[in-house]
Protein backbone atom coordinates (compact mmCIF):
# COMPACT_ATOMS: atom_id res chain seq x y z
CA UNK A 1 0.00 0.00 0.00
CA UNK A 2 1.66 3.43 -0.92
CA UNK A 3 2.13 6.10 2.27
CA UNK A 4 -0.40 8.32 0.88
CA UNK A 5 -3.36 5.83 0.93
CA UNK A 6 -1.96 4.63 4.39
CA UNK A 7 -1.83 8.37 5.32
CA UNK A 8 -5.35 8.99 4.23
CA UNK A 9 -6.93 6.09 5.93
CA UNK A 10 -5.16 7.04 9.11
CA UNK A 11 -6.78 10.76 9.03
CA UNK A 12 -10.66 9.25 7.95
CA UNK A 13 -9.82 6.93 10.87
CA UNK A 14 -9.22 9.63 13.40
CA UNK A 15 -12.82 11.08 14.02
CA UNK A 16 -13.57 7.66 15.51
CA UNK A 17 -11.05 7.42 18.21
CA UNK A 18 -12.76 8.08 21.43
CA UNK A 19 -9.98 8.25 23.48
CA UNK A 20 -10.53 8.20 27.05
CA UNK A 21 -13.66 10.07 27.53
CA UNK A 22 -14.59 8.61 31.22
CA UNK A 23 -11.48 9.39 33.00
CA UNK A 24 -11.80 10.34 36.81
CA UNK A 25 -8.56 12.29 38.50
CA UNK A 26 -7.45 11.16 41.34
CA UNK A 27 -6.26 14.38 42.57
CA UNK A 28 -10.35 15.78 42.00
CA UNK A 29 -12.18 12.89 44.11
CA UNK A 30 -12.30 12.38 47.53
CA UNK A 31 -12.60 8.55 48.48
CA UNK A 32 -15.02 7.38 50.70
CA UNK A 33 -13.52 4.25 52.73
CA UNK A 34 -17.00 3.34 54.83
CA UNK A 35 -20.44 3.87 54.64
CA UNK A 36 -22.76 3.93 57.61
CA UNK A 37 -27.03 4.58 57.19
CA UNK A 38 -29.01 5.29 60.61
CA UNK A 39 -32.65 6.23 60.89
CA UNK A 40 -32.94 8.59 63.41
CA UNK A 41 -36.40 9.06 65.78
CA UNK A 42 -37.43 11.78 63.60
CA UNK A 43 -38.17 9.53 60.95
CA UNK A 44 -35.19 11.72 58.87
CA UNK A 45 -31.91 9.44 57.39
CA UNK A 46 -28.48 10.17 58.28
CA UNK A 47 -25.66 8.91 56.10
CA UNK A 48 -22.29 9.12 57.44
CA UNK A 49 -18.83 8.35 55.52
CA UNK A 50 -15.48 8.27 56.50
CA UNK A 51 -12.84 9.78 54.30
CA UNK A 52 -8.96 9.64 54.02
CA UNK A 53 -6.94 12.58 54.56
CA UNK A 54 -2.36 12.96 53.45
CA UNK A 55 -0.67 15.14 55.10
CA UNK A 56 2.65 15.85 54.53
CA UNK A 57 5.11 16.46 57.62
CA UNK A 58 8.75 17.18 58.29
CA UNK A 59 11.87 15.73 56.52
CA UNK A 60 9.17 14.65 53.55
CA UNK A 61 6.95 12.34 55.79
CA UNK A 62 3.86 11.60 55.00
CA UNK A 63 0.32 10.57 57.74
CA UNK A 64 -2.82 9.42 56.80
CA UNK A 65 -6.13 10.75 59.08
CA UNK A 66 -9.69 9.34 58.66
CA UNK A 67 -12.10 11.75 59.04
CA UNK A 68 -15.98 11.10 59.57
CA UNK A 69 -18.46 13.44 57.88
CA UNK A 70 -22.32 13.12 58.38
CA UNK A 71 -25.67 14.57 56.80
CA UNK A 72 -29.62 14.23 57.60
CA UNK A 73 -32.29 14.21 54.85
CA UNK A 74 -35.66 12.92 54.31
CA UNK A 75 -34.10 10.51 51.87
CA UNK A 76 -30.93 9.00 51.14
CA UNK A 77 -30.17 10.82 48.13
CA UNK A 78 -30.91 14.23 49.87
CA UNK A 79 -28.77 13.23 52.60
CA UNK A 80 -25.82 12.95 50.10
CA UNK A 81 -26.43 15.63 48.13
CA UNK A 82 -26.31 17.70 51.66
CA UNK A 83 -23.13 15.96 52.41
CA UNK A 84 -22.41 17.25 49.39
CA UNK A 85 -22.65 20.80 49.82
CA UNK A 86 -19.61 20.51 52.80
CA UNK A 87 -17.08 18.71 50.77
CA UNK A 88 -14.83 20.39 48.33
CA UNK A 89 -14.52 18.09 45.82
CA UNK A 90 -16.33 15.20 44.12
CA UNK A 91 -17.23 12.29 46.28
CA UNK A 92 -16.30 8.68 44.99
CA UNK A 93 -18.06 5.78 46.69
CA UNK A 94 -16.98 3.03 44.83
CA UNK A 95 -13.73 2.22 46.53
CA UNK A 96 -16.39 2.07 50.11
CA UNK A 97 -15.10 -1.34 51.96
CA UNK A 98 -17.73 -1.48 54.54
CA UNK A 99 -21.67 -0.34 54.76
CA UNK A 100 -23.24 0.01 58.08
CA UNK A 101 -26.98 0.02 58.50
CA UNK A 102 -28.14 1.01 62.14
CA UNK A 103 -31.33 -1.57 63.51
CA UNK A 104 -33.92 0.99 63.31
CA UNK A 105 -33.25 1.33 59.45
CA UNK A 106 -32.98 -2.39 58.74
CA UNK A 107 -36.43 -3.28 60.69
CA UNK A 108 -38.27 -0.31 58.63
CA UNK A 109 -36.75 -1.50 55.14
CA UNK A 110 -33.53 -0.54 54.19
CA UNK A 111 -33.77 -1.59 50.56
CA UNK A 112 -33.99 1.94 49.22
CA UNK A 113 -30.24 2.90 50.96
CA UNK A 114 -28.37 0.79 48.75
CA UNK A 115 -31.02 0.36 45.78
CA UNK A 116 -28.57 3.26 43.33
CA UNK A 117 -26.03 0.44 44.30
CA UNK A 118 -27.20 -1.20 41.19
CA UNK A 119 -28.05 1.35 39.21
CA UNK A 120 -24.77 3.50 39.80
CA UNK A 121 -21.37 2.45 37.44
CA UNK A 122 -19.13 2.59 40.02
CA UNK A 123 -20.80 1.42 43.34
CA UNK A 124 -19.00 -0.72 45.53
CA UNK A 125 -20.85 -3.76 44.87
CA UNK A 126 -18.63 -6.06 46.52
CA UNK A 127 -18.41 -3.69 50.09
CA UNK A 128 -19.03 -5.77 53.25
CA UNK A 129 -22.61 -5.34 55.12
CA UNK A 130 -23.50 -5.08 58.60
CA UNK A 131 -26.00 -4.13 61.25
CA UNK A 132 -25.33 -2.45 64.46
CA UNK A 133 -27.69 -2.03 67.35
CA UNK A 134 -27.95 2.14 67.64
CA UNK A 135 -26.34 4.33 65.63
CA UNK A 136 -23.51 3.42 62.36
CA UNK A 137 -21.83 6.75 62.74
CA UNK A 138 -21.24 5.87 65.96
CA UNK A 139 -18.95 2.58 65.05
CA UNK A 140 -17.28 4.99 62.44
CA UNK A 141 -15.78 7.04 64.70
CA UNK A 142 -14.37 4.10 66.85
CA UNK A 143 -10.43 4.26 66.69
CA UNK A 144 -9.00 0.99 66.93
CA UNK A 145 -5.59 0.55 67.95
CA UNK A 146 -4.24 -2.38 65.76
CA UNK A 147 -5.42 -0.60 62.48
CA UNK A 148 -4.84 2.78 61.05
CA UNK A 149 -8.21 2.80 59.20
CA UNK A 150 -11.58 1.83 60.92
CA UNK A 151 -12.85 0.61 57.47
CA UNK A 152 -9.49 -2.00 57.16
CA UNK A 153 -10.81 -3.26 60.94
CA UNK A 154 -14.34 -3.77 60.42
CA UNK A 155 -13.23 -5.56 56.53
CA UNK A 156 -10.76 -7.77 57.97
CA UNK A 157 -13.18 -8.33 61.11
CA UNK A 158 -16.00 -9.58 58.78
CA UNK A 159 -13.49 -11.34 56.29
CA UNK A 160 -12.23 -13.25 59.56
CA UNK A 161 -15.48 -14.00 60.54
CA UNK A 162 -16.28 -15.43 57.23
CA UNK A 163 -13.50 -17.64 56.68
CA UNK A 164 -14.19 -18.75 60.26
CA UNK A 165 -17.56 -20.24 59.89
CA UNK A 166 -18.86 -17.49 62.06
CA UNK A 167 -21.07 -15.44 59.75
CA UNK A 168 -22.31 -16.04 56.27
CA UNK A 169 -20.88 -13.40 53.18
CA UNK A 170 -23.04 -10.39 52.91
CA UNK A 171 -22.73 -7.46 50.44
CA UNK A 172 -24.50 -5.34 48.07
CA UNK A 173 -23.70 -7.89 45.16
CA UNK A 174 -24.71 -11.07 46.96
CA UNK A 175 -28.05 -9.53 48.78
CA UNK A 176 -29.64 -8.03 45.62
CA UNK A 177 -30.78 -11.14 43.89
CA UNK A 178 -32.46 -12.69 47.46
CA UNK A 179 -33.67 -9.34 47.72
CA UNK A 180 -35.33 -9.84 44.44
CA UNK A 181 -35.81 -13.63 44.04
CA UNK A 182 -38.83 -15.60 45.76
CA UNK A 183 -38.10 -18.32 47.81
CA UNK A 184 -35.02 -17.75 49.50
CA UNK A 185 -33.96 -14.73 52.37
CA UNK A 186 -30.74 -12.82 53.27
CA UNK A 187 -28.83 -13.03 56.71
CA UNK A 188 -26.64 -9.87 57.76
CA UNK A 189 -23.92 -9.99 60.48
CA UNK A 190 -24.64 -8.06 63.28
CA UNK A 191 -22.28 -6.09 65.23
CA UNK A 192 -21.70 -4.79 68.83
CA UNK A 193 -19.78 -1.53 69.76
CA UNK A 194 -17.29 -2.72 72.44
CA UNK A 195 -15.58 0.48 74.13
CA UNK A 196 -14.10 2.97 71.30
CA UNK A 197 -11.80 0.68 70.05
CA UNK A 198 -13.65 -1.94 69.26
CA UNK A 199 -16.43 -4.20 68.13
CA UNK A 200 -17.80 -7.60 68.53
CA UNK A 201 -19.77 -10.10 65.87
CA UNK A 202 -23.07 -10.47 67.48
CA UNK A 203 -24.87 -12.96 65.46
CA UNK A 204 -27.18 -12.22 62.52
CA UNK A 205 -29.84 -10.11 61.29
CA UNK A 206 -32.34 -12.22 59.36
CA UNK A 207 -34.11 -10.43 56.71
CA UNK A 208 -37.37 -11.51 54.71
CA UNK A 209 -39.53 -8.83 52.29
CA UNK A 210 -36.34 -6.15 52.37
CA UNK A 211 -36.31 -5.64 55.89
CA UNK A 212 -35.24 -7.22 59.66
CA UNK A 213 -37.37 -9.43 61.00
CA UNK A 214 -35.58 -11.61 63.65
CA UNK A 215 -31.99 -12.47 64.69
CA UNK A 216 -29.69 -15.16 65.76
CA UNK A 217 -27.07 -14.77 68.50
CA UNK A 218 -23.73 -15.44 67.78
CA UNK A 219 -23.64 -19.20 69.24
CA UNK A 220 -26.85 -19.59 67.01
CA UNK A 221 -25.19 -18.03 63.77
CA UNK A 222 -22.88 -20.65 63.02
CA UNK A 223 -25.13 -22.88 64.04
CA UNK A 224 -26.96 -21.51 60.84
CA UNK A 225 -23.72 -21.79 59.24
CA UNK A 226 -23.71 -24.74 59.32
CA UNK A 227 -26.78 -25.81 57.77
CA UNK A 228 -26.20 -22.62 54.89
CA UNK A 229 -25.34 -23.49 51.53
CA UNK A 230 -21.95 -21.40 52.78
CA UNK A 231 -19.07 -23.44 53.38
CA UNK A 232 -16.03 -22.11 54.88
CA UNK A 233 -12.71 -24.13 55.06
CA UNK A 234 -13.23 -25.20 59.05
CA UNK A 235 -15.69 -24.21 61.58
CA UNK A 236 -14.07 -24.71 65.51
CA UNK A 237 -16.75 -26.22 68.02
CA UNK A 238 -16.21 -26.58 71.11
CA UNK A 239 -19.20 -28.40 73.65
CA UNK A 240 -19.38 -30.36 76.98
CA UNK A 241 -19.97 -34.24 76.41
CA UNK A 242 -21.56 -35.39 80.04
CA UNK A 243 -21.22 -39.43 78.89
CA UNK A 244 -19.48 -40.93 79.24
CA UNK A 245 -16.57 -38.34 79.78
CA UNK A 246 -17.78 -35.54 81.33
CA UNK A 247 -15.30 -33.36 79.68
CA UNK A 248 -15.39 -29.84 77.28
CA UNK A 249 -13.92 -30.79 73.43
CA UNK A 250 -12.88 -28.61 71.02
CA UNK A 251 -12.70 -29.42 67.48
CA UNK A 252 -12.48 -28.62 63.74
CA UNK A 253 -14.97 -29.83 61.56
CA UNK A 254 -15.41 -29.40 58.14
CA UNK A 255 -18.44 -30.37 56.09
CA UNK A 256 -18.22 -33.09 53.31
CA UNK A 257 -22.32 -33.03 52.18
CA UNK A 258 -24.71 -30.51 52.63
CA UNK A 259 -27.92 -30.86 50.21
CA UNK A 260 -31.73 -30.41 50.67
CA UNK A 261 -34.70 -33.02 49.79
CA UNK A 262 -38.36 -32.18 49.68
CA UNK A 263 -41.60 -34.25 49.88
CA UNK A 264 -45.14 -32.77 49.16
CA UNK A 265 -47.29 -35.86 49.32
CA UNK A 266 -50.69 -35.49 50.10
CA UNK A 267 -50.74 -31.41 50.78
CA UNK A 268 -48.03 -31.77 52.65
CA UNK A 269 -44.66 -30.35 52.84
CA UNK A 270 -41.60 -31.32 54.66
CA UNK A 271 -37.89 -30.56 54.24
CA UNK A 272 -34.74 -32.53 55.14
CA UNK A 273 -31.45 -30.81 55.29
CA UNK A 274 -28.63 -33.00 55.59
CA UNK A 275 -24.98 -32.41 56.74
CA UNK A 276 -22.29 -34.24 57.36
CA UNK A 277 -19.11 -33.76 58.66
CA UNK A 278 -15.97 -35.02 59.29
CA UNK A 279 -13.74 -33.88 62.67
CA UNK A 280 -10.46 -33.48 64.05
CA UNK A 281 -10.34 -33.61 67.97
CA UNK A 282 -8.25 -30.92 68.95
CA UNK A 283 -8.21 -30.58 72.66
CA UNK A 284 -10.03 -32.19 75.59
CA UNK A 285 -10.29 -30.39 78.86
CA UNK A 286 -8.65 -32.98 81.34
CA UNK A 287 -6.70 -36.28 80.44
CA UNK A 288 -8.92 -39.17 78.95
CA UNK A 289 -7.35 -41.89 76.42
CA UNK A 290 -9.18 -41.42 73.19
CA UNK A 291 -9.93 -44.99 71.60
CA UNK A 292 -12.44 -45.95 68.96
CA UNK A 293 -15.05 -46.55 71.25
CA UNK A 294 -15.08 -43.39 72.31
CA UNK A 295 -14.59 -41.73 70.25
CA UNK A 296 -17.84 -43.36 68.79
CA UNK A 297 -19.68 -42.14 71.79
CA UNK A 298 -18.51 -38.43 71.66
CA UNK A 299 -19.49 -37.87 67.77
CA UNK A 300 -23.09 -39.71 68.72
CA UNK A 301 -23.28 -37.25 71.43
CA UNK A 302 -21.88 -34.13 69.56
CA UNK A 303 -24.30 -35.17 66.62
CA UNK A 304 -27.26 -34.58 69.03
CA UNK A 305 -26.40 -31.77 70.63
CA UNK A 306 -25.94 -30.26 66.68
CA UNK A 307 -29.12 -31.14 65.91
CA UNK A 308 -30.73 -29.50 69.33
CA UNK A 309 -29.33 -26.39 68.60
CA UNK A 310 -30.28 -26.70 64.48
CA UNK A 311 -33.52 -27.12 65.64
CA UNK A 312 -33.69 -23.64 67.13
CA UNK A 313 -32.14 -21.77 64.49
CA UNK A 314 -35.12 -23.59 62.32
CA UNK A 315 -37.69 -22.55 64.64
CA UNK A 316 -35.85 -18.67 65.35
CA UNK A 317 -35.93 -18.57 60.85
CA UNK A 318 -39.55 -19.72 60.91
CA UNK A 319 -40.52 -17.11 63.46
CA UNK A 320 -38.72 -14.76 61.32
CA UNK A 321 -40.17 -16.09 57.93
CA UNK A 322 -36.88 -15.65 56.88
CA UNK A 323 -36.17 -18.63 54.61
CA UNK A 324 -32.45 -17.94 54.30
CA UNK A 325 -31.47 -21.61 53.86
CA UNK A 326 -32.82 -21.92 50.52
CA UNK A 327 -35.75 -23.88 50.93
CA UNK A 328 -38.42 -22.18 48.86
CA UNK A 329 -35.89 -22.20 46.25
CA UNK A 330 -35.70 -25.42 45.82
CA UNK A 331 -39.12 -26.36 45.86
CA UNK A 332 -39.39 -23.99 43.60
CA UNK A 333 -36.93 -25.93 40.93
CA UNK A 334 -37.42 -29.47 41.64
CA UNK A 335 -41.54 -29.48 43.02
CA UNK A 336 -42.35 -26.30 40.44
CA UNK A 337 -46.25 -27.21 40.24
CA UNK A 338 -46.45 -27.52 44.24
CA UNK A 339 -44.71 -24.05 44.49
CA UNK A 340 -47.44 -22.74 42.07
CA UNK A 341 -50.10 -23.89 44.16
CA UNK A 342 -49.24 -22.20 47.46
CA UNK A 343 -48.39 -18.80 49.25
CA UNK A 344 -45.00 -19.54 50.43
CA UNK A 345 -45.10 -16.79 52.73
CA UNK A 346 -47.92 -18.45 54.58
CA UNK A 347 -46.56 -22.06 54.16
CA UNK A 348 -42.96 -21.71 55.35
CA UNK A 349 -43.71 -20.72 58.82
CA UNK A 350 -45.36 -23.87 59.66
CA UNK A 351 -44.04 -26.43 57.86
CA UNK A 352 -41.70 -29.42 58.94
CA UNK A 353 -38.29 -28.79 58.64
CA UNK A 354 -35.74 -31.59 60.26
CA UNK A 355 -32.05 -31.38 60.14
CA UNK A 356 -29.90 -33.90 60.36
CA UNK A 357 -26.04 -33.60 60.89
CA UNK A 358 -23.64 -36.39 60.90
CA UNK A 359 -20.31 -36.70 62.52
CA UNK A 360 -17.37 -38.47 61.88
CA UNK A 361 -14.51 -37.81 64.33
CA UNK A 362 -11.03 -38.98 62.26
CA UNK A 363 -8.11 -37.62 63.95
CA UNK A 364 -7.33 -36.99 67.55
CA UNK A 365 -4.66 -34.97 67.98
CA UNK A 366 -0.50 -36.13 67.20
CA UNK A 367 0.07 -38.30 70.59
CA UNK A 368 -2.19 -41.00 70.38
Not at 320 to 327: E, K, Q, T
Request: proline fraction near 4%; charged fraction near 25%.
Amino acid sequence: MKPQVKCLLLILLLPWLTGCWDQRELKDLRIELAEGFDLLDNGRIRFTITIPTIKSASQGKTSITVNDIAADGRTVNEAYLEMKKAVSQELDFGKARIILINKRFARNGFYPAIESYYREAHSPINAKMAIVDDSAETVLKIKPADSLMVNDYLYDLLQSGEENGLIPKASPYSVSSLFLNTGTDVTIPIIHLKGVERVKLAGLALMHDKRMTGELDDKASMSFVMLSRFNPEYFTVTEHIADPINVNVSLFMTRDKRDITVTTGKGNVKAVINADFTCDLVEISKMVHTDEELLKKVGSQLEQMLNEKAKEVIKHLQQANCDALGIGLHIKAHHNRYWKSIKWDEVYPEMEIEPRIKVSIDTHGIME
